[in-house]
Structure formats: C-alpha cells, structure tokens
C-alpha cells in the first residue's frame, strides 16, 4: 500500500510541475477577474464581467494589443473576502495572469491586495481603493470619486429648487458610507442644511421610520444612497405617508429605476452616468467613446443597463493605453504606464492619472436625470 | 411493621416535598422516610409523579420541602452535592452512556473518588454482583441487552459507593425472567445493609423483597403498605383503581 | 458476486486504514508544502479552520451541546489582534492574548447564565451573540472600519522575526493545528474529557452520579471558544486584512460542514473535515457556474456514505466487507 501511495503522491507531485512549466513565447496575455458573481455584488460584477469581456473581444478583433491577445480568467469571489484572496492567489499561481481587472467586492480587493503588491502585478478595480500605500501604489479604480454622485444632486437641489433641508439616507456599505461623510461636509458650500442622516440595512422592508424622522427634523428631499430593492421600497414608503419630499437616488441600474418612477413620478430623481444616457448626450468625445463601447454591447446585450459594463470597458482600454504607452507588458511597466495616463477619454469621463491619483476621473461626469412617461430625461 | 426509628437511624427524611413542571405541581408535599438498612418500595400506577418523587429528592427538578440525609439537609438544586453525600440515583430508563465501554461507564459511577485501590475494590464488588459485566468489560454499552445495561446501570451507581441507592423502575421493558434477577441482586444488596429506595410499577414483585412500601396516585401518597399484612393484591388493585 | 479472496478482513489493515483520512490530509498537506502554488493558501485557510472546528468539537461533539456563534468569538479576537497591531503598535502574540481575554469573557458571560438552565438557552444565545458581534463589526466604524475592513496587519512573528513567506505561514499553521489535535485528544482521554461525554449522553444520568454538568459545560465552552478566538486572530496574520463577512454566519455554516463531514466527536475529524471540504470547490473550480452544484452533490453524496464522518472511514470499510462476507 505505501508503494501505491508513493506512486500517486509522485504523479501527483509530476502533475502540479507540469502546470507549472515555463510559458511559450507570445502567449496570450492573461487578465484575471475576481468577481463576487454570486453573492451581493452580483448585479454589479456580472455587469462589469461582461464590460471586461466586450473590450476584450473588441481588442482581440483588431489583433489584441501590440499583436498579442488578451485572455480573460474570472473566479467567483461569492462577494467575500476569504474566498477573494483563495482566486487571486489561485490566477496569480496557476494561471500566471498579469494584470488583475476585478469587480467591486472591495474587501476582498483589500484582502488580496497585499498578496498582489508584492507580486508586483497591477491591478484595474470597479471598487474603491486599497488604503495601505504600498497596496494603493499597485491599485488603480475606475470608479468616480464617491462625491461627485453626491455633488451632481446638491447642485441640482441649489440651482433648481427651494429646498434648502435635507436629509441622508444611507446602507453601511464603504461607499456609500463615503457619499454620506461628503455630504455632510460639502452642504454648506452649495447653501444646504443636512438635518438627519439616517442608516439602513440592505434587507430592510420598511424604512418610513427614517425618513418621518427626517421629515419632522424639515428635510424636503432625501438623498438615498446605497443600491437595491431598498429604494423602491423607500419610495412607497414616502407616499404611504403622504410626505411632499424629493428623493434623489445614487448611481444604479436603470431597470430598478422604472418601478421608483411610477410610484414617486416627478419627485424623483437619479445620478446617471453618461452611458444611461446616450441618446440624449451632445455629440463630442465623450459620446464618440461610448459610441465605440455601446456599438458592440448592444449587438450582444442589447438594451441592458451599460453602466457598469461601461467602467470595465474603460478599465481594459486604460490596460491597453499602458501597455502601448510603456511598449511593456511587464506588471511594473504597466503600472507605470496607468499612473502616467491622463486627457484619456472614457466612457464615464475623462481619465488623469498620477502618482497621488489612482481613482483617474477627476472631472465630474454625472448627470441628473428623471424618468418622464417612461421615457429618461437629463434635467442637469 | 417497622416503627419509625430515632432521627439518628433515619437515613432518608423527606418532609413535605413537592414539585414542579412549570406551572404545574406534579407532586404535592408528601413525606417518605427510609430507616437503616431499610428497602422502601414506591408503588403507584402510570403518572403517580413516582419518577418526579425521585428526581425532586435529587434535586434534578424544581422543587420545595426539606429532604434530610441522616439528620441532615440536602441541598435542593443539586444533584451533585447529593451524589456527593451518597444518595445515588439511577435514574428511569438507566441513563448508561451508550456510545463509551462497560469500563468507562464505570469509570464514570466512580467519579469523585480519586483513589485507585479504592476504585478496585468497588469494581469487584460490582463484578461479584454481576459478573456478566467483568465478561463485557470492553464493550460499547449500547449494544449490550436491556437486562445487562440495568446491570450496568446499578453497577455504576454502586461504584460511587452509595449510602443509599435510589431506583427509579428498574425492570422498564425486561423480560420477568430478567427482572427477578435484578431485584434478587437488589435484595441481596439490602441484605448486605444498604438501604434503598425503589420505584416500581410491578407492585407484586416490589412487595416481595420491600421491608415497607408507599402507594402513590396522583402526586399523593395515598397509603403506607406494611408488605407481611398484605393478604391479597386484590387490596393494592383496589387502590390502583380508585 | 464474484469470489472475494478479502471475506475476513485482518485487523493490520484495519488499523491501517483507520489511519488513511490521516495519510490522506497530511499527503494533501505535505504537497500544498513542497509545490505550493495556490494550494498553499487554501491550505492555510482549511488550517485556520482546523483550529476552529477542533474547538467547536470540544463543545459540540465532545460535550453533546449545539452553538451557532463561535463566529463572535473568533471576530472579538481577530479584530481586537487587528486594531492593535495596527492602532497601538501592539506584537501578535500580546495582541492575540488581548483578543483571548475578551472573546473568554464574553464566552462566560453568554455562558454562565445559559449553561445552567437545560435546553437551547444556549444555542440561542450563541445564536444572537454571533449576530450582535456582526453588527458591532459593521457599526463601529471608528474601531473597526466597518465594511472596510482594517488592512495592514502584520504577519505573524516570533521573537521578532516575521513569517511572510506563504510557506512559512503554512509550516507555521501546521504547528499550530498539530498542538491543537493533540490538546483535544488529551481532553477527550482525560477525567475532564469522560465527564463531558457523560453530560452529553445524559445530564440527569451524570449529574446523579456526582458530575457538575453546568461546571463542565461551561468549561467545554470557554476551551471552544479559545480555540475559536485563536482561530481568529490566525486569519487577521494570515490574511492582513480583516473586514465583517470574514465572520460572519458563512463561517458557521462551514465550519458545522466541515465537523459532520469530518466526523464530530472524532480525533481526526476536524482535521480530516476542514481539509476536504476546503479542497471540494477548488477540485470542481472548473464546472465555473456549475462549482456550487457539484461541490453541494459531493456533499450530499459524503453524507449518505459517510453519514458519522470521513474519519470513521475504516469502519464502512469494515461493514463493506462484512456485508460481502455475508453475500458470498
């Protein structure tokens, strides 16, 4: 019996070596993706995947970059961070992939990201950024500052209406903590009064007592952040309690959006990003960028919310953009290549990366916009 | 019949004791005494509160009165300390540790006592009693027959070397053959000079081998049995019936 | 049937195959060591729980009692050896003594009130104390970040000298689980470890006899829930990053896996259990959508054949051979 044990352990032994042996020259280049595919980041990762791969296969059709392919590797992350750092570290040994593009499960980016700093491999995320600076030097987001969905609404609130009372609304999660801590600091600039922040859970059923209490303390317009059924749900709850308030939604699929229209019509509102809003943008780069991104997602997706496809498409061809800058393919040429990226037209805006910036959208590309008989509006 | 004797030659005194389920009382206060070298049957039928008499002098449910040890008291909400001073319990439906061996079992009847002499000694006393358990010694208690597991049953409670042992219907589901092999050991054991206390729904049997005898209905004491003055169990059925 | 040359079976090969889960988990082990490759960190991960499901078995298998929030105590320790690694400057090891000290009075204090009464006061308890750890984690953001997470926390070291290498880490987790089973074979072989097992058979049964079944249980609980706040603490070294949904209710649900397929009660099971159920998904990794379904499949499947644990595996040799005995 030890003589067949020592065979198999042996054969064992000789096969993970095989998988282990050196790499054929103009192999394709490798991307990795860990997504929370199942999980609470479902929605959003599925959608970034599918961004990823549109951009891949655009690449791919014009002969990859620099004549070399991309290949896509992606491992479910279950949206949590132990089985995180289990993928990346599963595509940084087995697949040997050389740049990590991954969704917006940022505790498992953090988890992995000291794993993958020291491996010396960049990394292109949906989510927000890693804190430590070692890890942050090798981490690159696509994803807006969380203020700016914060400011797009303040503005609105100032420009277009009388109400100077607001109240926040706000799931824990790290982002959306972000969004709340901005507004509460940025009100005053735009001549607001937040007189209650209130917090939920995302599997809340009922959120009228947060927002009465917000009424009561003179809040005319809710800003809601965080994603999901909960906001149809605070909407109902507005108009089960008769309340005159405006609720203005952070950034989300538009398909959540209709349900909230017909319940709350004209008092609500939402942060849109340039990609939900196509048919109505103004020609220029921006639209001429999402032309190139859209043209191929609705052959394949067709009327599918493009939002967050749009940023994994932005991520690939940031990666790309790198690479040629830096005629490298090697992970600390990349990284240099992204740092030094900037004017770089996206689909959500335009990019300007530096070595204190790694979140690149430093202008404010988010519109406001309203559904009207269906049909979407931008009203700033 | 047997006077009853000088506190000091009193081993059990149990003086209004009752006890509870939740709200309800399934033993209203009732007094029972065991003297020396005494074997006290508890007889009554199905849900006479004979099992809550035994837990509740044990302490094993909630409970109130006084129930003395040889003059003195024992705690009410401790089974343990009970143990500790000798009143041994085996409780309804044996309580044997199925999954361990006949030794651990009995490793586990001498619990508080530390001393390995001591340990052999007892085990040979048990072994004398029953000496199919020296024969089973390594076996998983769980697979041994009913009769042999209520052996092991008062095996472990006799290596805790008791002052008294309290049975709470030993015979439950063994053949008449078995049970009378059982309660001859009992006996012998009372012979010997520990006193007992045995509940017993098998009235006939009890009264065979008990000195005295305590009828139970509903969570009473309905009646004190002198066993040598019992003509006929037509008189015992009479109270089972009523 | 075909005539079988194997009717008796010999009892070398019977010892000899009570100790294959062993060979089996230590081969997947010493390979994760020697290739290394992502299997390192899964192992590490299977290791860490090794620890926790070792303790949980103390209390569930060893004592016959049932908690669902061993997760609060293994967060209470990993969050505090987290925060003050990386707040105070604080070394692992006085970290983690912290982080012991706490999880150990929270265990008595959920304990003490519920192991007394008979019942699931317990379980329920654990139940709620699981949850409320969560929440704090999540809520008490100028400690713990909330969701996300505290990152930076040093590796393991000893006496100054770090373990970075995943491989040290691993050798490291080895030594670790290996203390940790031989702990729990010494409870289960000794007076403390008989005691628990008569209170798990019958209470009333040991408290007769003269056994404090609240003392024990309540001791039974503590031990577990060290293990588990070692446990982690290990994760947050490991890993270092630490963020709520590493424990949370997932980490329950895994770790009771693990103790049933490996075999609860059982030396080896919680060795055996931790290491195949980690290693299940990555062998179905490449079903992708499918990695759930075949992974639930093969449990289900470990269940039937093994339904006392892949420990106990030698005996359903034995019946097989039995069974064939009598068919030929």
Redesign the interface.
């Known amino acids: 019996m030890s003589k067949m044990l020592t065979t198999g352990f042996a054969a064992l032994v000789a096969a993970g070596l095989m998988t282990a042996a050196p790499a054929v020259a103009q192999e394709p280049y490798k991307i990795g993706m860990s997504a929370g595919l199942t999980g609470y980041a479902a929605t959003v990762d599925r959608a970034w995947r599918d961004g990823v791969e549109v951009a891949i296969a655009a690449l791919n059709a014009k002969g990859g970059i620099m004549g070399r392919k991309l290949e896509l590797v992606v491992e479910d992350n279950k949206s949590e961070p132990q089985e995180a750092v289990t993928v990346y570290r599963k595509m940084m040994s087995s697949d040997k992939v050389n740049i990590f593009i991954s969704g917006c499960v940022s505790a498992g980016n953090f988890a992995a990201a000291g794993l993958v700093a020291r491996a010396e491999i960049p990394m292109v995320l949906c989510s927000i950024l890693p804190q430590q600076p070692d890890q942050v030097k090798w981490a690159f987001s696509t994803l807006p500052p969380a203020g700016f969905e914060v400011d797009t609404r303040l503005k609105y609130l100032m420009d277009k209406t009388q109400i100077r009372k607001i109240g926040v609304l706000h799931d824990p999660t790290p982002y959306a903590n972000l969004q709340k801590n901005h507004a509460q600091k940025v009100a005053a600039d735009y001549g607001l009064e937040v007189v209650g922040v209130e917090s939920y859970k995302q599997d809340d059923a009922d959120l009228s007592v947060q927002i009465s209490k917000m009424h009561a303390a003179g809040a005319r317009a809710i800003l809601k952040i965080g994603l999901g059924g909960t906001t149809l749900t605070a909407a109902k709850n507005i108009k089960q309690l008769g309340l005159d308030m405006l609720m203005l939604t952070s950034l989300e699929d538009i398909a959540v959006f209709k349900p909230v229209a017909e319940v709350l019509g004209d008092k609500f509102f939402f942060v849109a990003s340039p990609s939900q809003v196509y048919d109505v943008l103004p020609d220029g780069p921006l639209k001429a960028a999402l032309t190139a991104f859209l043209t191929p997602w609705r052959a394949k997706h067709g009327d599918r919310d493009p939002n967050w496809a749009s940023r994994g498409w932005d991520a690939v061809m940031l990666t790309a953009a790198a690479i040629e800058k830096e005629k490298s393919f090697e992970g600390p040429k990349v990284r240099d290549g992204l740092e030094s990226i900037s004017g770089f037209q996206g689909t959500t805006g335009v990019y300007n990366m530096s070595p204190t910036v790694h979140q690149g959208i430093t202008t404010n590309p988010l519109l406001l916009a309203t559904i009207v008989d269906g049909k979407v509006k931008v009203v700033q | 019949m047997t006077e009853a004797g000088s506190a000091a030659t009193r081993v059990l005194d149990v003086a209004g004791l009752s006890a509870r389920y939740g709200h309800i009382e399934a033993l209203h206060p009732t007094d029972v005494r065991v003297e020396d070298r005494e074997l006290v049957a508890i007889l009554g039928p199905n849900g006479a509160g004979k099992s809550t008499l035994m837990?509740a002098i044990?302490g094993?449910v909630e409970n109130a009165g006084t129930v003395r040890f040889r003059g003195r008291p024992l705690p009410r909400r401790a089974?343990?300390a009970?143990?500790?001073d000798g009143v041994?319990?085996?409780?309804e439906g044996?309580?044997?540790?199925?999954?361990?061996s006949v030794a651990?079992n009995l490793?586990?009847?001498a619990?508080?006592s530390g001393s390995k002499a001591e340990f052999e000694r007892r085990q040979e006393r048990v072994f004398s009693l029953f000496p199919r358990l020296k024969e089973r010694l390594s076996q998983v208690a769980g697979s041994l027959s009913g009769g042999e597991q209520q052996m092991l049953a008062i095996g472990?409670?006799l290596m805790?070397d008791p002052k008294i042992l309290l049975l709470d219907e030993p015979s439950l589901g063994l053949a008449p053959r078995v049970v009378e092999e059982i309660l001859g050991s009992l006996s012998a054991l009372n012979r010997e000079g520990l006193p007992i206390l045995l509940v017993e729904q098998k009235a006939p049997l009890a009264l065979k081998i008990a000195q005295r005898a305590y009828l139970l209905s509903v969570g009473r004491v309905i009646a004190e049995i002198d066993p040598r003055k019992v003509s006929s169990y037509d008189e015992i059925a009479h109270y089972y019936l009523s | 049937m075909t005539k079988s040359p194997t009717i008796t079976f010999p009892d070398m090969t019977r010892r000899g195959l009570g100790a294959l889960p062993w060979i089996a988990a230590a081969g997947v082990l010493a390979y994760a060591f020697f290739v290394g490759g992502y299997l390192t960190t899964v192992m590490s991960f299977a290791l860490i729980y090794v620890v926790f499901v070792t303790g949980l078995n103390v209390f569930m298998g060893y004592a016959g009692q049932v908690s669902f929030g061993h997760n609060a105590f293994a967060a209470l320790s990993g969050y505090t050896s987290a925060y003050l690694t990386t707040s105070h400057g604080f070394a692992p090891l006085p970290a983690f003594g912290a982080g012991l000290a706490l999880a150990l009075s929270c265990a008595l204090i959920v304990g003490y009130p519920t192991l007394r009464l008979k019942g699931h006061y317990l379980a329920m308890a654990t139940l709620a104390i699981g949850l409320i750890v969560y929440e704090v984690a999540v809520e008490w953001t100028s400690v713990t970040q909330g969701y996300m997470g505290i990152s930076g926390i040093p590796p393991i070291g000893i006496a100054g000298y770090e373990i970075t290498s995943e491989r040290g880490q691993l050798a490291f987790l080895t030594v670790i689980v290996a203390l940790a089973t031989l702990v729990s074979w010494r409870i289960r072989e000794s007076?403390f470890g008989?005691?628990l097992?008569?209170v798990a058979?019958?209470e009333?049964?040991?408290?007769?006899?003269?056994?404090?079944?609240s003392r024990y249980k309540l001791s039974a609980f503590l031990a577990s829930a060290a293990f588990a706040a070692l446990a982690g603490s290990l994760f947050v070294h490991v890993v270092g990053f630490v963020s709520p949904e590493v424990y949370g209710l997932h980490m329950v649900v895994l770790a009771f896996t693990m103790l049933y397929v490996g075999g609860i009660g059982t030396i080896a099971g919680p060795f055996v259990g931790a290491v195949i159920i980690s290693l299940l998904p990555e062998m179905f990794r490449q079903f992708k959508d499918y990695q759930d379904l075949a992974y639930g499949a093969a449990l289900i499947l470990l269940l039937i054949y093994a339904p006392r644990g892949l420990s106990t595996i030698s005996s359903l040799f034995r019946r097989a051979a039995a069974k064939k005995a009598v068919v030929s």
């Open positions: 837990r044990m094993l089974p343990e009970c143990a500790a041994v319990l085996v409780p044996r309580g044997i540790f199925g999954p361990m651990e490793e586990l009847g619990y508080l472990r409670a805790s | 007076r008989r005691a097992s008569a058979g019958s009333d049964a040991a408290r007769a006899l003269g056994i404090s079944a």
